[in-house]
């Protein structure tokens, strides 16, 4: 019998550093943030799925079974019902209540907080046990893997695991340090003392289905066939000379960032947080130099955060747009319309 109610809570995402390595095989360091996305699940009595997105004041509804296609938040509702499908997961008919705090296009990962938090509360919903029993028991992995598979397939956003794996496995006062050669992750403490850590809206909104995105993630395919190799982690930085432009500059930003990654790491254990933020700001000075992903609205808010005193500041996620973060150290004030950000719980199942 499946349980009558369900609901889960999923965080977004900010990456710390490790920007365009995950679909590279490499490394990045993502922490969880507090805000997030609710599903509230209750069984319907039927095959179809009825849902409702508050903040939109949208619904939707469609079949169990072979749901059909839809574009927005609809598709990633879709998407994750066929997916968990297709993978065994025994699901039932249910009313679906979607209540989200991450703001959308802001590189915040609101859509990989709507896909974990669907997954959690249909996974609950269906599998055998009492109301209000224990969570049923998932394996993390194999969730990020289909919720990636929704993004590439149902929203044609060819996005790597990094936001999904960070939503999954985030900890309070933790950054998540991620290989995505073998998709080891190790806890890393980030206490900040009085330092603080914002994000700063550039104003403009992105989509990854739709801009450079998939062209830079083909750009590194192409690179890595041209070098014989099967990802940016086995490149050797010596050979990248024999690579054509632009895909030498794209290969030696996925190169070192992976080394900044493990800079970070080694900044955040000494404690010295004003080497982090001169890692942010190499990060951000690669990503617009070699990588290509800037824009003017988001130099303008990276300028607005160093003005502000800010010790390192970089544009956060797939790029093209959403949010800067920035590194506060004491006695330095951000922009006022700058939002504290700090690591917190990764998804899990509530009571309902
Ligand atoms: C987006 C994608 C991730 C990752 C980042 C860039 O957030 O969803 O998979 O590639 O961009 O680091």
Redesign the pocket.
Known sequence: MPRERSAAFAPGRV?LI??????NAGL?LPFAITEGVTVRARANGTQRVQAHARQLGERDEFPLADPPPATGWRAFVRGVVAELERAGFPLAGARLEIDGGVPTGM?L?S??ALEVSLCLALVQLGAAGPPGGEPADVDRKLIARLCSRV?NEWVG?H?????QLASLYGAVDTAQLIDFRTLALEPVALRLGDWRLVVLDSGERHR?ASSG?NERRTECARACELLGIDSLREADAHALVRLPQPLRARAEHVLAENLRVLDAVAALSAGDLPALGALLNASHASLRDLYEISTPAVEAAVARLREAGASGARMV???FGGSVLGLFAPGTRPPADARGVRPGAGAHVLRA
């Open positions: 990456n490790g920007e365009h390595t995950d679909y990045a590189g990962s859509s990989a993004e956003a996005t790597g695991l990094l936001d990854h995105y996620g797939g790029g």
